[in-house]
C-alpha cells in the first residue's frame, strides 16, 4: 500500500498570505488527523477529521482550519499567515478500529 | 490533560553501546503508548506501540519498550546500538478509549536526538 501523501512538499509564502495544504491518507485509512512540528514547540496536535467530521481539535486559533472529502482525503488551510506558522505541517492516518498513527513526509511551509 | 517528558534531550553513544530512552507520561487513565523514530530527511516511522498485554512489547530494529504503568514510563531500550540507530526519537500517548477530546490525538514528548558515532 502507498503511505501517506502530502502535497507539496515545499511552500514560501509572505505574511497576510493564506495557504491550504493537502493529505492523502493510506487506503482504507478514514481518520486523518494534522501536526505542527517547530523546534521550539515540537509536535502539536491540531485536528482530527473523520468521515468529513472534525471530532478533535488542538488549541491553534481559528486561522488553522481543516476539512475532509468523502475519499477521505483532508486539507487543513491556514489564513492571515504570520512568521511563526513556519513549521513543519504533518499529516497522520490511521486504520480503522485502531488509535495507531502513520505520517506523511510532511509540508514545510516557510512564512517571510 | 496529558503531557510527555522525555529526560534526554542528546544522546550521545558508541556503536554497540547500549541504550535506553526515558519517557514518562501524566494521565489518570488508560493510554496507548508509542515510540516513533524520524530518520535525517525522512518522516516520522512508528518503531513499536503498546496497547494491552504484555508490558514489554518488541518492535522493529531490535528496539524494545517496557511499560512500567506504576511509574507511568515507557523506556525504550536497545541493547547494541548502529551507527544507522541515529535519528530523533519521539515518545507518544494517547488516551485510549477516552472518546471526546482523545480522538486522533497523539502527546508527543520534546524528542531525543540520538547520535552514534562509528
Known amino acids: 500500500k502507498a503511505g501517506v501523501t502530502q502535497t507539496p512538499r515545499y511552500l514560501i509564502k509572505t505574511r497576510g498570505q493564506q495557504v491550504t495544504l493537502s493529505c492523502s491518507p493510506i487506503s482504507g485509512h478514514r481518520s486523518v488527523s494534522w501536526y505542527q512540528q517547530t523546534p521550539g514547540q515540537g509536535l502539536q496536535f491540531l485536528f482530527e477529521y473523520f468521515s468529513e467530521t472534525q471530532r478533535n481539535k488542538g488549541n491553534f486559533p481559528g486561522r488553522f482550519s481543516g476539512r475532509q472529502f468523502s475519499n477521505s482525503r483532508s486539507e487543513m488551510n491556514v489564513s492571515t499567515l504570520e512568521l511563526g506558522d513556519s513549521a513543519l505541517y504533518l499529516c497522520?492516518?490511521?486504520?480503522?478500529?485502531?488509535?495507531?498513527?502513520?505520517f506523511g513526509p510532511g509540508t514545510r511551509l516557510t512564512v517571510l | 490533560a496529558q503531557s510527555v517528558s522525555q529526560h534526554n534531550h542528546h544522546v550521545i553513544l558508541s556503536e554497540a553501546a547500549s541504550l535506553e530512552l526515558g519517557c514518562n507520561y501524566s494521565?489518570?487513565?488508560?493510554?496507548?503508548l508509542f515510540w516513533y523514530v524520524q530518520y535525517p530527511g525522512q518522516h516520522l516511522q512508528l518503531l513499536l506501540k503498546?496497547?494491552?498485554?504484555?508490558?514489554l512489547v518488541k518492535g522493529i530494529k531490535g528496539f524494545e519498550a517496557e511499560f512500567i504503568k506504576s511509574k507511568f514510563s515507557f523506556n525504550l531500550r536497545k541493547p547494541s546500538v548502529q551507527w544507522s540507530d541515529t535519528a530523533e526519537y519521539f515518545c507518544a500517548v494517547n488516551a485510549a478509549g477516552a472518546g471526546g477530546t482523545s480522538y486522533g490525538k497523539l502527546t508527543f514528548g520534546q524528542g531525543t536526538i540520538l547520535t552514534v558515532h562509528p
Open positions: 494521565y489518570g487513565g488508560t493510554v496507548n
Open positions: 497522520a492516518s490511521s486504520p480503522p478500529g485502531t488509535d495507531t498513527q502513520y
Open positions: 503498546y496497547f494491552s498485554g504484555d508490558p
